[in-house]
């Protein structure tokens, strides 16, 4: 690896790292990157998660404010993700590729409008929030979307944090900056999962990892601080319109 394709992996990887853990959007730049370094499309799939499952632990550490009380919804969650992590992964390894290629620009871009819709009033962060309507278990619908967007991550992942944050923003009566927190954790443990079968069964390009997991480590450590300093409407319309481009150049790409 030259130099120069070191410096292009680390620096898309602190750009994948700070849009990842504020937005979401962590492979618009680190699978791009990957593909310009010259790995196929498969393998740079599954390097990227690879990275993305090491980075992810940066983001969640510095989103420890933000998870205060939220242990509870994160287990029930966790465990669908997990279970959704696997089955992405597997289906991966299996199936042709481009199975989902065209139907992720729609998912992106009708999460993404959806969580432009939505609106919630700013609460500062440690005021308590009252109880959720009911706990996950008794919401099939909600538990079905986070299985889905979880299968969707450990498959590809491009903007899987747009639809988690969508959807998440949509059921639970939190700040945006909590919900983003959960978001980290959630799709998190879906890429540790995923990366797991993809280190054991998959063609990862370690040499890549190296670089990129580094700017991830970087990227994800100062996302969760920049959150706090954002109005969380600024924040969720700049969410939105970066998935909204994402989605377009995804639906380009496809079709």
Sequence with gaps: MTPGVFALLVGAGVAAGLSGSIAGLASLFS??????AGLPATSANVTNTVSLAVGSVSSITSSRPELVGQAGT????????AVGGAAGAGLLLLTPPGLFTRVVPFLVAGSSVLLLLSRRNPVPLGTPMPAPPGPPRRRPGVLVGVLAVSVYGGYFGAAAGVLMLALLATVLPETLMRVNALKNVLLGLANVIAAVGFAVFGPVSWLAVVPLTIGLLLGSWFGPPVVRRLPANLLRIGIAVAGIGLAVKLGLDAY
């Design 31 to 36: 699978y791009p990157a990957l593909l310009a």
């Design 74 to 81: 994160a287990r029930k969650l966790g465990a669908i993700c």
